[in-house]
């Protein structure tokens, strides 16, 4: 493999623990970025989830990051490692279009809505309680959801969702 793109939407924005050669804001299109997987591992437990981000389609779009991977085949090994430890996401290739104009073929983690951790229709507010309770084996879910919001924000990409979750979750944590 030559070259490999990967689509950052959350996490991978502020972690994408892989060696990066390049980087641009990209636009994905029939996806939006949602609270919709429950989180067993990373950001809570078996017997309190938390919630994590994914790809769940739509008839929209998610603007996020798109990283060049400076070793491709590390890269993709650490993402598969990290993304699908439990099968909730798909590893799908989409494309993209780059800020500067170029459309590029993505490795992009999407939900599996078949899955057991599938969890797209809870409410904002359902949430938010969900999140400024729940810990994992990576911290607290707060910490997953803050860093991500922030990052999102420092790009110009705005995401109303994230800044309603954002501002409720610091209600609730007295933050």
Known sequence: MDTLWVFGYGSLIWDPGFAVSEQEIARLEGFHRSFCMWSIHHRGTQEDPGLVLALDAAETFCDGVAFRAAEPEAALEYLRERELVSSAYLEEWHDITLRDGRRVSAVCYVINRDHVQYCGDLTL????????????????????LFNTAKHINDLGLPDADLDWLYDRVKTLTGG
């Open 125 to 144: 507010e359902r949430q938010a309680q969900v999140i400024a309770s729940a810990v994992g084996g990576r911290g607290p879910n707060t910490e997953y």
